[in-house]
């Protein structure tokens, strides 16, 4: 379908999602492609945001546009918005480089003892540093036994976290985040849902979206993306634009 022909579909189908279901809503995204509905709901909640606001995600939405690796539909939304890409940002890997330096004096064993024991440098983001070490695990089994500590050291969903009620706090979803990641990464569905549910917003867009990775159809949330939006909150916009890049760069788990 030539470019311009497959914006004017996408745009016939706006009104449609706006009053579907999400099994209809899913088979109306098919009509004009996946990632170009769904990136037009993405702008669509985006597009009721004050002109500033815009102006500070179009280069986020860029970004991930350009993940589709569809170069028509790229070039379609720079046109739209004026803009190109965001470079991505260069910041150090704190979490990885920590990991790494642990696992080089210390090995696997001792990386595990010092992350549950919460010595540095895991007294600061040590959900981040073991999610980091899980994805420098050299197998399976060594990755499980991170991840499977790193929910031991969360607690469950409700009542009281194993380090007390600081870290119910400030760390129960901190592990949730990682966790979810982590499981939307390996299509582990089980243990995403556990994950999730330890989530300070274990039902939002960004999760959402990481699950359907895994089961498929994203497109079934358009509906959902464009009416969940509220004020001039760009939070909700970001999860969605975070949540779908997943699913550009990496693919579904069914695929």
Not at 212 to 219: D, E, P, V
Request: some cysteine; hydrophobic content about 45%; aromatic content about 8%.
């Amino acid at each position: 379908m030539p470019a311009a022909m497959r914006m004017w579909a996408v745009l016939a189908l706006v009104a449609t999602f706006l009053a579907v279901p999400p099994a209809r809503a899913a088979a109306a995204c098919a009509a004009a492609g996946e990632p170009a509905c769904v990136l037009q709901a993405i702008w669509d909640a985006a597009a009721v945001l004050p002109a500033e606001k815009q102006d500070r995600l179009k280069p986020v939405f860029l970004d991930t546009v350009a993940l589709s690796g569809d170069d028509a539909l790229l070039s379609e939304w720079q046109h739209r918005l004026g803009g190109a890409p965001a470079p991505p940002p260069d910041y150090p890997d704190y979490a990885g480089e920590q990991a790494k330096a642990v696992l080089a004096e210390a090995g696997w064993d001792g990386f595990l003892q010092r992350a549950r024991a919460g010595a540095p440098p895991f007294n600061t983001g040590r959900p981040e540093i073991m999610a980091a070490g899980a994805r420098l695990a050299p197998d399976a089994a060594t990755r499980n036994r991170i991840v499977s500590a790193m929910f031991e050291l969360a607690g469950p969903a409700s009542g009281p976290a194993p380090g007390g009620l600081l870290q119910q706090d400030f760390e129960r979803g901190d592990f949730g985040h990682a966790l979810a990641e982590l499981s939307m990464e390996a299509c582990d569905l089980a243990s995403f849902d556990r994950a999730a549910a330890l989530t300070a917003e274990p039902d939002g867009l960004r999760y959402a979206f990481w699950r359907a990775r895994i089961t498929g159809g994203a497109s079934s949330l358009t509906g959902r993306v464009r009416h969940e939006g509220a004020g001039d909150d760009t939070r909700f916009v970001r999860a969605a634009i975070e949540g779908y890049g997943a699913i550009l760069q990496r693919g579904y788990c069914t695929q």
